[in-house]
């Protein structure tokens, strides 16, 4: 169906100008014609008008006078005038007030008349449709406000101090406990420990815990970007500020404007952008790349380092008095080997999250994979971990990952640590079973090769041989992985 054609009408007392402006728009617009003002109201009082162009001088109302009227009574309207040079000053003086969209000037030119009532009759469409999505958006602000709330719930809740995995005696149980009572307080956090134990986790929950949990939480390595790149993210630029800058950039400052800035790798930074952090800090003001007048912000900074940046001070490589600005309340986390009663808890939910995510749901982890995992140092920390069980996930085929299914160096290093840690009282049986359940999986890994299983178990040939029957394990049959 072919759509309706745009309305404009055409006012004008000179019978041959209104036919030479009729004939110009016909073929484009329904076109209606009017000789005065008075004929012209009957006309938008019947119809409904999208266009309306009109002479300056006519011999009731001139035309500014009219189109002011226009805007009263139909302002959704485009309105155009048309007239000679003499009539300039009159025209110019309304325009305003009038809402006059083009001013065009006699003679006018066909092609260069069209388009400007094209214009006219796309720019009346817009602004209709504006309307209609302005009513429909505010119809439905109850339900995209409750589905908005409702997703802050569900991030305040996946991000709470509360599922931060750790069992009862962790040394994450301190830290937790640290940051419930000074999230709540808007001072700077520094948060260190190795790479991998969390930082960025714990920034989440300390904003979400706070009274800024309904503004930005915006993130930035600082370890990552040039010093001259890292200044422009942070506190944005100006047009032609540098090569490049060819508009205008807001920093991450103004992004986390009522919100928490997380600063992670601290200590990568340089004296020269050390200085203008510690302004930020103390004034909550700044200057972008190339600007002149300073912007104000309300920013929660919290850090991260895995530095001791108290040494870095020392050496003079990173500035105490930032230093003591960042760290208000400094909270060190433990490395992953300084809380082993955690590692199962955490692989556990680590298999859940990472099964949905990846489409391969499991049913959980063998115990013997729990027992190298938990006797394993992780120097990589939770990141390792992480790591690891997506590997596992991608490899496994059956519903629970079994120890087969491990780097060989965390199978090694579990059963090691085993022999290491384990009670006397214990030992035997613990590590006997252990030991049995690693040579079985190894030989099934490599489908009863002895000299590959042996090379992978660190054992001569003859040593995996007696191993092997001390604990009373059967080479597999080439091509089938062994039974538990």
């Not at 006699?106 to 094209?118: D, G, I, R, S």
């Not at 530095?307 to 986390?333: I, M, N, Q, S, W």
């Not at 092997?468 to 080479?475: C, F, K």
Request: proline share 5%; with cysteine.
């Amino acid at each position: 169906m072919t759509p309706p054609l745009p309305t404009v009408l055409v006012i004008d007392d000179e019978v041959r100008s209104q036919e030479a402006l009729r004939r110009t728009l016909e073929e484009d617009f329904e076109v209606f014609t009017a000789s005065g003002a008075a004929e012209a109201r009957g006309i938008m009082e019947a119809r409904a008008i999208q266009v309306v162009l009109t002479d300056q001088r006519m011999p009731d109302v001139s035309g500014v006078e009219y189109l002011k009227e226009v805007r009263k009574a139909w302002p959704d309207t485009v309105r155009i005038i048309i007239s000679g040079y003499t009539d300039s000053e009159d025209i110019i003086a309304g325009i305003n007030e009038a809402g006059i969209y083009q001013y065009l000037l006699k003679p006018w030119h066909p092609e260069q008349l069209l388009l400007t009532l094209k214009r006219a009759a796309e720019l009346h469409r817009l602004q209709k449709e504006n309307c209609q999505l302005a009513v429909e958006l505010r119809a439905a602000e109850p339900v995209l406000r409750s589905r908005v709330e409702a997703t802050r719930k569900r991030v305040k809740q996946a991000f709470a101090l509360d599922n931060i995995v750790r069992a009862e005696g962790s040394p994450m149980n301190g830290v937790c406990d640290l940051v419930e009572r000074a999230a709540r307080y808007d001072v700077s956090i520094l948060l260190s420990g190795e790479s991998g134990t969390g930082k960025e986790l714990l920034a989440r929950a300390i904003h979400y815990a706070s009274g800024r949990a309904d503004k930005p939480f915006v993130v930035e390595n600082c370890g990552a970007l040039p010093d001259n790149l890292l200044e422009s993210e942070l506190f944005g630029h100006k047009r032609g500020a540098f090569t490049g800058a060819f508009e205008d950039r807001v920093g991450l400052f103004q992004q986390a404007h009522g919100g928490t800035l997380f600063l992670d790798e601290i200590g990568e930074t340089t004296p020269a952008l050390q200085v203008k952090l510690l302004r930020v800090l103390q004034e909550g003001e700044f200057r972008p790349v190339g600007g002149n007048r300073p912007v104000s912000v309300d920013v929660r900074v919290i850090a991260a380092t895995n530095r001791d940046l108290e040494a870095e001070v020392k050496a003079g490589r990173f500035r105490e008095d930032l230093f003591y600005r960042l760290a208000t309340v400094p909270l060190r986390l433990p490395a992953l080997r300084e809380r082993p009663m955690d590692i199962a808890a955490l692989a556990r939910a680590i298999v859940h999250r990472a099964g949905q995510a990846l489409g391969r749901p499991v049913d959980g982890l063998d115990p013997a994979a729990l027992a190298c995992m938990t006797a394993y140092a992780w120097p990589g920390n939770v990141r390792e971990l992480q790591n690891e069980i997506q590997r596992m996930l991608v490899l496994s085929d059956g519903p629970i990952l079994t120890p087969d299914l491990l780097a060989p160096h965390i199978r090694q290093a579990g059963l090691s640590r085993v022999l290491e840690t384990a009670p006397a009282a214990d030992l035997k049986g613990r590590v006997d079973e252990l030991e049995r359940r690693l040579l079985m999986d190894t030989l099934a890994q490599y489908q009863g090769n002895l000299s590959r299983s042996a090379r992978e178990l660190g054992l001569s040939r003859l040593g995996l041989s007696k191993k092997m029957a001390r604990l009373g394990v059967e080479r597999p049959v080439k091509g089938r992985k062994l039974d538990g």
